[in-house]
């Protein structure tokens, strides 16, 4: 075989195994997206079954959990407004600088044209005619009329490098105006979505009193808290019997190796731990972390959003799907920023601290679980 043959052989060696590849790439890319929307139909199911559940709730929760979506909505929006006016902000301020930067390009360009109009003046036209006469070397001759030749030169360019500078101040002027009108816009949205807030949340306070009046008892305070831990626990082996009846080509590897080095997801003071006691013969499955509302949530490990809604006692709440049985849930939010099907990165921020669920103090519900069974985060956190 000679070297052109053994190189051609090489060539669609390369082109066989590139598009065995692709082939692969592309079907386990279908693959993927076939399972992604069986995981999201099975869910969309099993939310189903649970607002049915929820529709024999007593109406103060069902306005509860209206006003507390209404209130994640609106946050959402305002949070969205907000990132705006601080955008718009700060491309006004980069405007006022090119601005002031041009207005000083424009003074120079203003002094050089005049100190050479001046300079022209001065000598006039008669000194240059004088010149001319009465220069008898030809090669001085020249070199003159090449000098004056430049300075008509310098003075054009002047004046074309002014004129640029001047229309580039008036397009910086004019965006500057539209910048303007946008930033006003903006803020009288946050104005709008400032007060819609507070009349919802004002609104949740009045419904949150109403369900304390419902569960004033101590037995029906058990009762409420009982039902919420019942119906978290069916949501889960809901939702992990749906992943298990999925064969996902891209499985995930669980959070075993990473005991002890995993990030609290938000930043605050733990005012509920895990195995505290709620009430008589009931202790928490999780840790409550008291922060600010709206302050950030993050995921504490790389995974799959297989739950993101409002849900009786937990308020709005997103479950993480880790792999091999390995859960992490965020409760009590605010607003949710993911949606199920959604992959996740740690430390991407998924929802904001809020006191959804009816509780009375902004913080964050978190729990870690493996096979739907709860385990103390505290040992796996660092």
Do not use: C
């Not at 979506?69 to 946050?75: D, E, K, L």
């Not at 000083?104 to 005049?114: C, E, I, M």
């Not at 009108?181 to 104005?191: A, I, M, P, R, S």
């Amino acid at each position: 075989m000679n070297n052109h043959s053994g190189l051609t052989a090489i060539i669609m060696m390369i082109s066989v195994l590139l598009s065995i590849s692709f082939s692969v790439f592309a079907n386990n890319s279908e693959q993927n997206q076939q399972q992604l929307e069986k995981l999201k139909k099975e869910i969309n199911n099993l939310q189903k079954n649970l607002k049915s559940k929820q529709k024999k709730q007593s109406q103060a929760i069902s306005n509860l959990k209206k006003a507390e979506t209404q209130i994640a909505t609106a946050s959402k929006i305002l949070r969205s407004t907000n990132r705006k006016l601080t955008q718009k902000e700060k491309d006004l301020r980069q405007l006022r600088t090119q601005q002031s930067s041009l207005n000083k390009t424009k003074q120079q360009q203003k002094a050089a044209l005049a100190s050479q109009i001046k300079s022209a003046f001065v000598n006039g036209r008669q000194e240059y005619l004088k010149l001319l006469l009465n220069q008898e070397d030809p090669e001085a001759l020249g070199r003159m009329l090449v000098y004056y030749d430049y300075l008509n030169k310098a003075r054009s360019e002047k004046v074309a490098k002014l004129q640029t500078t001047l229309h580039q101040l008036k397009n910086i002027d004019l965006n500057i105006q539209k910048e303007i009108q946008q930033l006003t816009l903006l803020k009288q949205d946050q104005e709008q979505e400032t007060e819609k807030l507070k009349k919802l949340k004002t609104q949740r306070q009045s419904l949150v009193n109403q369900l304390a009046q419902e569960i004033k008892s101590e037995t029906a305070k058990l009762n409420e808290l009982k039902n919420n831990a019942k119906e978290l626990q069916e949501l889960i082996d809901s939702v992990q019997q749906a992943i298990d009846s999925i064969d996902f080509t891209q499985p995930l590897e669980g959070l075993s190796a990473l005991k002890g080095k995993l990030h609290w997801p938000t930043r605050g003071k733990t005012i509920q731990s895990y195995g505290s006691r709620l009430a008589e013969g009931l202790r928490s499955n999780g840790v409550v972390i008291s922060n600010k509302e709206g302050a950030p949530v993050n995921a504490i490990h790389y995974g799959r959003v297989v739950y993101a809604d409002w849900l009786r006692g937990f308020g709005l709440l997103v479950i993480i799907d880790h792999g091999k049985g390995y859960m992490s849930l965020y409760g009590y939010n605010q607003a949710l920023y993911k949606q199920v099907g959604d992959w996740v990165e740690s430390g991407e921020a998924i929802a904001t601290v809020g006191q959804s669920g009816g509780k009375h103090e902004p913080g964050l519900y978190f729990e870690l679980r493996h096979q739907g069974k709860p385990f103390n985060p505290k040992r796996w956190v660092r």
